[in-house]
């Protein structure tokens, strides 16, 4: 286990427009606000076309081979996720989200682009004083969250 303590800063409270992209729109909140790592929770509905990443297609893989699946309706969700900076210090949005229609639910990263349908509403926790940095890991091929003061 690796882990940091973080202190509470701000909290935004968030509303995402019809058509926008979620991970796009929340970093570029968090460049524009200075916001460098963040919990965040979510509700809403999302369109049609949106793309979520279902899982890998082989659990035992390296690099891991992403399975994608796109929603062919509109969805409710909830939703929760987490915001730390990459190796460049870009934030980066990981956040997964349960979409919901008639009975049936589909969970997965929205990191492929998740399209929201009429409205979103969104809580960001931002979290100050954390080492928290999204760092590549070769072997699985994506940026694992680790610390650069950690405790394990």
Known sequence: MKYSQANL??????????GEIVHKEIEKLAEDEGIKAGALV???GVAQDSRLVVGPADGSARPVL????DLTDVHEIAGTGTLFPD?????????????????NTITGCIRNGV?????????????????????????????LLDFLENKN
């Open 9 to 18: 800063g701000r909290i935004f409270t968030i509303r995402l427009e019809d």
């Open 42 to 44: 979510a509700v809403g």
């Open 115 to 143: 399209k929201v349908w009429q409205v979103m509403e969104l809580i960001l926790f931002e979290l100050v004083n954390t080492g928290g940095v999204r760092v590549p890991d070769a072997e699985i091929g994506f940026k």
């Open 66 to 69: 992403p399975m994608l699946n």
């Open 87 to 103: 190796d460049e210090g870009k934030p980066t949005l990981h956040m997964h989200m349960a979409c919901g229609r008639n009975g």
